[in-house]
């Protein structure tokens, strides 16, 4: 696995809470002193992840001191598209964007994945291999699917990918929705869609980062498939 900047590890970690609401939009972020402490290394590392983050608009400095989260860091603009299954370009601009981010991320997590990112992807598998037809457990597999494929995207450890797979949640979280729709489907598929993950995991954990990207991409043209037959 190739060695990670430690400013790059810092600024993800920082974001990952962001994302996931550990540190809210206008919180104020630790002083560098106090990360300093927190991750054990020097100010400039601390100074490094924090440009990096003021970089792609996740946080700002204000007068006065201190680093802020910016109030609209989720991106107003992906929660306004709507997915509608009357309307397969919706679809289809979904699934352009995932499969250009998506199987990017399957390699570059093949060669950054720490254990803890692999366990996160084992557990997901895991609530996947368990779902049944009845509408509670069909809540669980949306649930464990988007589940897995943010814990891919962690493991790639660059916060702008990151931030882009958070922003189109709300889109993403309806197309899984669609495709969960109906049982007789969710019966016939489940075992497909499972392996396919487990494909992508095990391509992940054995580090083979070529063979993570072509598993992916298999996957999402075989969802894509399933929900735009016309494609």
Same mark, same amino acid.
């Given at each position: 696995?190739?060695?990670?900047?430690?400013?790059?590890?810092?600024?993800?970690?920082?974001?990952?809470?962001?994302?996931?609401?550990?540190?809210?939009?206008?919180?104020?972020?630790?002083?560098?002193?106090?990360?300093?402490?927190?991750?054990?290394?020097?100010?400039?590392?601390?100074?490094?992840?924090?440009?990096?983050?003021?970089?792609?608009?996740? @946080?700002?400095?204000?007068?006065?001191?201190?680093?802020?989260?910016?109030?609209?860091?989720?991106?107003?603009?992906?929660?306004?598209?709507? @997915?509608?299954?009357?309307?397969?370009?919706?679809?289809?601009?979904?699934?352009?964007?995932?499969?250009?981010?998506?199987?990017?991320?399957?390699?570059?997590?093949?060669?950054?994945?720490?254990?803890?990112?692999?366990?996160?992807?084992?557990?997901?598998?895991?609530?996947?291999?368990?779902?049944?037809?009845?509408?509670?457990?069909?809540?669980?597999?949306?649930?464990?699917?988007?589940?897995?494929?943010?814990?891919?995207?962690?493991?790639?450890?660059?916060?702008?990918?990151?931030?882009?797979?958070?922003?189109?949640?709300? @889109?993403?979280?309806?197309?899984?929705?669609?495709?969960?729709?109906?049982?007789?489907?969710?019966?016939?598929?489940?075992?497909?869609?499972?392996?396919?993950?487990?494909?992508?995991?095990?391509?992940?954990?054995?580090?083979?980062?070529?063979?993570?990207?072509?598993?992916?991409?298999?996957?999402?043209?075989? @969802?894509?498939?399933?929900?735009?037959?016309?494609?």
């Amino acid at each position: 696995m190739k060695k990670e900047k430690m400013s790059h590890r810092i600024a993800a970690e920082i974001l990952e809470q962001i994302v996931e609401g550990d540190i809210k939009p206008g919180q104020k972020l630790p002083t560098e002193k106090q990360l300093c402490e927190k991750y054990g290394v020097s100010r400039a590392s601390i100074r490094e992840a924090l440009s990096e983050l003021k970089a792609q608009g996740a @946080v700002t400095s204000k007068q006065g001191g201190g680093t802020y989260v910016e109030q609209a860091f989720h991106g107003e603009f992906f929660h306004q598209v709507m @997915v509608d299954e009357s309307n397969l370009a919706s679809f289809r601009y979904l699934f352009e964007m995932r499969k250009i981010l998506e199987p990017e991320a399957a390699m570059l997590a093949a060669e950054r994945r720490t254990n803890k990112e692999l366990e996160e992807m084992r557990s997901a598998l895991e609530l996947m291999k368990e779902v049944d037809v009845d509408t509670a457990d069909s809540y669980k597999g949306r649930n464990a699917d988007f589940t897995f494929h943010l814990a891919v995207m962690k493991a790639t450890h660059n916060p702008v990918m990151i931030q882009t797979f958070a922003n189109l949640d709300t @889109v993403y979280k309806k197309a899984l929705d669609l495709s969960f729709e109906e049982k007789q489907d969710l019966l016939r598929n489940k075992q497909i869609i499972y392996k396919e993950h487990e494909k992508i995991y095990e391509a992940i954990q054995a580090g083979e980062a070529e063979l993570a990207r072509l598993q992916c991409l298999i996957h999402l043209r075989n @969802v894509e498939k399933k929900l735009t037959p016309d494609s």
